[in-house]
């Protein structure tokens, strides 16, 4: 039977509701499923805990969630390029779960993996290990943290099947993996759906883990920091 459905907009809304978890795929901007984002925003539903290694830039990604106050909680690695989030940190209006950004992949891992809680000796002697149990193990600290379970993912694919077998695109292959796996509930979008199955060798993300897909819509790809240089001198130039 086919995963895919008609749009992202029908399938977000009959699942995402108040006061859930959702962990997002992406790394800066790559890899961000953008339409799945855009209809949790148009879904109006609120007070969401946000699981994602940052939360995107200002207008764009998961910063729209923070644009229209749908997100109360963040648990997350890094979230320095969006000032918005920092400003409604900073006046208490957001919560946020800081993790080191290997714990974090780990965490979401393990959740998808059916492991409760793991030992690590990230984090130990700073604040994210504040409150945590700790422990030794060959004369090294650890600090215990817990898998991650949310309660929707949501990720974004190169390709996929109609049973929901997922290509990641390089920098796309860093979140996306762990978070298709970590969830009650995986919605994926992707920007070719192939009309036979995708060759098993190529699979990232077996379609077992995907409840439902749509077909991503095409879009510009915003790049997050973009570094040039100026054009070295040539004879046509004059250099």
Same mark, same amino acid.
């Given at each position: 039977? /086919?995963?895919?459905? /008609?749009?992202?907009?029908? =399938?977000?809304?009959?699942?995402?509701?108040?006061?859930?978890? $959702?962990?997002?795929?992406? !790394?800066? $901007?790559?890899?961000?499923? &953008?339409?799945?984002?855009?209809?949790?925003?148009?879904?109006?539903?609120? %007070?969401?805990?946000?699981?994602?290694?940052?939360?995107?830039?200002?207008?764009?990604?998961?910063?729209?969630? $923070?644009? #229209?106050? +749908?997100?109360?909680?963040?648990?997350? /690695?890094?979230?320095?390029?969006?000032?918005? !989030?920092?400003?409604?940190?900073?006046?208490?209006?957001?919560? =946020?779960?800081?993790?080191?950004?290997?714990?974090?992949?780990?965490?979401?891992?393990?959740?998808?993996?059916?492991?409760?809680? &793991?030992?690590?000796? *990230?984090?130990?002697?700073?604040?994210?290990?504040?409150?945590?149990?700790?422990?030794? &193990?060959?004369?090294? *600290?650890?600090?215990? @943290?817990?898998? =991650?379970?949310?309660?929707?993912?949501?990720?974004?694919?190169?390709?996929?099947?109609?049973?929901?077998?997922?290509?990641?695109?390089? #920098?796309?292959?860093? &979140?996306?993996?762990?978070?298709?796996?970590?969830?009650?509930? #995986?919605?994926?979008?992707? @920007?070719?759906?192939?009309? %036979?199955?995708?060759?098993?060798?190529?699979?990232? #993300?077996?379609?077992? !883990?995907?409840?439902?897909?749509?077909?991503?819509?095409?879009?510009?790809?915003? =790049?997050? +920091?973009? *570094?040039?240089?100026?054009?070295?001198?040539?004879?046509?130039?004059?250099?």
């Amino acid at each position: 039977m /086919s995963k895919l459905r /008609s749009s992202a907009a029908e =399938i977000v809304t009959e699942t995402v509701r108040d006061g859930m978890t $959702l962990a997002v795929g992406g !790394f800066g $901007l790559s890899g961000n499923p &953008f339409d799945l984002i855009e209809a949790v925003r148009d879904s109006g539903a609120g %007070d969401l805990t946000v699981v994602s290694n940052n939360m995107g830039v200002d207008g764009t990604s998961l910063g729209l969630l $923070l644009e #229209t106050r +749908q997100v109360r909680r963040v648990i997350a /690695s890094y979230v320095g390029e969006n000032r918005l !989030f920092a400003a409604q940190y900073l006046a208490g209006e957001i919560e =946020i779960e800081f993790a080191p950004q290997g714990t974090l992949a780990e965490r979401l891992r393990a959740g998808g993996a059916g492991i409760p809680a &793991f030992y690590t000796p *990230t984090g130990v002697g700073t604040a994210v290990a504040e409150g945590k149990p700790h422990a030794d &193990f060959d004369g090294r *600290t650890c600090v215990l @943290e817990r898998g =991650i379970v949310a309660d929707v993912a949501l990720v974004h694919a190169a390709l996929a099947d109609a049973e929901g077998n997922l290509v990641f695109r390089r #920098t796309a292959r860093n &979140f996306n993996p762990v978070v298709a796996t970590a969830a009650r509930v #995986t919605i994926a979008e992707a @920007e070719v759906v192939a009309d %036979d199955y995708v060759d098993p060798d190529r699979v990232h #993300t077996p379609g077992i !883990f995907v409840d439902h897909l749509v077909l991503a819509a095409p879009r510009a790809k915003p =790049i997050e +920091q973009r *570094t040039v240089r100026p054009a070295a001198p040539t004879a046509r130039t004059g250099g």
